[in-house]
C-alpha cells in the first residue's frame, strides 16, 4: 500500500484543518488506518485509528473531542478532522495502514506508512 498525506498548514489557534491519506495499491479495504504525529524534539505519538473492520475509532486523550477519523473505501481514502487546534498540535502528521483490525495504538502494528504532512498552529 501507497500512501500519501495532505492537508496540512499554518492555522491559526482556534482553526481547523481536514488532513487526507490517499491509499493506492493493495486492497485499502482491508487495512486499518491510523494517524500519528511527531512534533520537534519530540517521538512520534499516536493520534487516532479506525478499524477496517468494524470502523471503531480510537483517539490520545489530547485530542478527544477536537479531532475525528474517518474513511471512504471507496475512494480508498482516510481523514483526520482538527477543530479547535492548538499550538501544541504543532507536527508532522503521518498517516499509516494496519493490517490488524484491533490493537492498533502502537506504530509498531502498522506496516505502511505515509510521507507527512507538516501542521503548524500559530499566531
Known amino acids: 500500500v501507497q500512501l500519501q498525506a495532505s492537508g496540512g498548514g499554518l492555522v491559526q489557534p482556534g482553526d481547523s484543518l481536514r488532513l487526507s491519506c490517499a491509499a493506492s495499491?493493495?486492497?485499502?479495504?482491508?487495512?486499518?488506518a491510523g494517524w500519528f504525529r511527531q512534533a520537534p524534539g519530540k517521538e512520534r505519538e499516536f493520534v487516532a485509528s479506525?478499524?477496517?473492520?468494524?470502523?471503531?475509532?480510537l483517539y490520545a486523550d489530547s485530542v478527544k473531542g477536537r479531532f475525528t477519523i474517518s474513511r471512504d473505501n471507496d475512494k480508498t481514502t482516510a481523514f483526520l478532522e482538527m477543530h479547535t487546534l492548538k499550538p501544541e498540535d504543532t507536527a508532522v502528521y503521518y498517516c499509516a495502514a494496519s493490517p490488524y483490525p484491533n490493537d492498533i495504538v502502537s506504530e509498531r502494528r502498522y506496516d505502511y506508512w505515509g510521507q507527512g504532512t507538516q501542521v503548524t498552529v500559530s499566531s
Open positions: 495499491g493493495r486492497t485499502f479495504k482491508v487495512y486499518s
Open positions: 479506525i478499524s477496517y473492520r468494524d470502523h471503531r475509532r
